[in-house]
């Protein structure tokens, strides 16, 4: 073979190299998301959630963690009054999920909120006894029988305020034996046998997956809770808080938390009132 002839072979063969080098390098189809015009999110996002969406936050946040490789979401429940005063404090969050609107007012009003709030979820209350109902308690003026056991959330806290719009449209005054700062704990006491009776989420019930009974009753149709989410000012990354209020208000986060009982909201965005 010439000299040339070999130059041209080896030339050749340099290309095949390359151009197989620079395949092997390009993603597939399950390579880097970037490369398919799926935006990449990393960081971690804060959350401060009401207590009666434990449950399907923390489904919610390990989908938002699988769909998104790099991020991690830590998430804080408790009543939403508690967490709205330790957001008002300088508690560090990026998103805030009230159990009300009252509590999303407060933080918008004091200019802490960014953007706008979104009505994601609507709940409603229903009364919680212990298995096998031992007060045999069948609506909601057996609450107020002489003797009963019953515990509320405090005024200042969603449950509390749905609780007394609830005895307003039954006429009936209650004297609860404990007023708790969640509706987590009210669940805890009747779980526990401590009280006969609580006022708590129709999705609570449903969540205790037999721990309790559920009693519905006609006025909690009069109490309706709504249930708004934002972002926050001070967040750090509030492109993924709204990628996670995304998901929250997005087909996926409606259906699951459809399939915990609450109910669902008008879909398009606004300011919290």
């Known amino acids: 073979m010439t000299f040339r002839r070999l130059?041209?072979?080896?030339?050749?063969?340099?290309?095949?190299?390359?151009?197989?080098?620079?395949?092997?390098?390009?993603?597939?189809?399950?390579?880097?998301?970037?490369?398919?015009?799926?935006?990449?999110?990393s960081g971690t996002l804060t959350v401060f959630a009401a207590a009666s969406l434990k449950a399907t936050f923390t489904r919610l946040a390990a989908e938002f963690e699988n769909r998104n490789p790099g991020?991690?979401?830590?998430?804080?429940?408790?009543?939403?009054?508690?967490?709205?005063?330790?957001?008002?404090?300088?508690?560090?969050?990026?998103?805030?999920?009230?159990?009300?609107?009252?509590?999303?007012?407060?933080?918008?009003?004091?200019?802490?909120?960014?953007?706008?709030?979104?009505?994601?979820a609507t709940n409603i209350l229903e009364i919680a006894v212990p298995a096998g109902n031992p007060a045999s308690i069948s609506s909601f003026a057996d609450l107020a029988r002489p003797g009963v056991k019953v515990v509320v959330?405090?005024?200042?806290?969603?449950?509390?305020?749905?609780?007394?719009?609830?005895?307003?449209?039954?006429?009936?005054?209650?004297k609860p034996v404990s007023e708790e700062s969640s509706v987590a704990d009210v669940l805890g006491k009747v779980v526990s046998g401590e009280a006969d009776a609580g006022l708590v989420y129709?999705?609570?019930?449903?969540?205790?997956?037999?721990?309790?009974?559920?009693?519905?009753?006609?006025?909690?149709?009069?109490?309706?809770?709504?249930?708004?989410?934002?972002?926050?000012?001070?967040?750090?990354n509030k492109e993924l808080a709204a990628a996670f209020i995304a998901l929250v208000a997005g087909s996926d986060g409606q259906k699951t938390l459809a399939d915990a009982g609450f109910g669902a909201t008008p879909a398009e965005v606004r300011p919290s009132q």
């Open 7 to 41: 130059r041209i072979a080896a030339l050749l063969a340099a290309s095949t190299l390359l151009a197989a080098a620079v395949s092997g390098c390009a993603p597939g189809p399950s390579g880097n998301p970037a490369a398919s015009g799926t935006p990449q999110r």
């Open 71 to 120: 991020t991690t979401v830590t998430l804080s429940f408790a009543g939403s009054s508690d967490l709205a005063t330790q957001i008002s404090q300088g508690a560090p969050a990026d998103v805030f999920a009230s159990a009300d609107t009252r509590n999303m007012a407060r933080l918008s009003d004091a200019a802490l909120i960014h953007g706008q709030a979104v009505n994601f």
């Open 153 to 174: 959330c405090a005024s200042q806290v969603p449950c509390g305020a749905a609780a007394e719009s609830a005895e307003r449209e039954a006429g009936t005054v209650l």
């Open 202 to 236: 129709a999705t609570d019930v449903k969540g205790a997956r037999g721990k309790v009974e559920g009693i519905p009753f006609p006025e909690a149709g009069k109490a309706v809770t709504t249930y708004p989410i934002a972002a926050l000012e001070g967040s750090r």
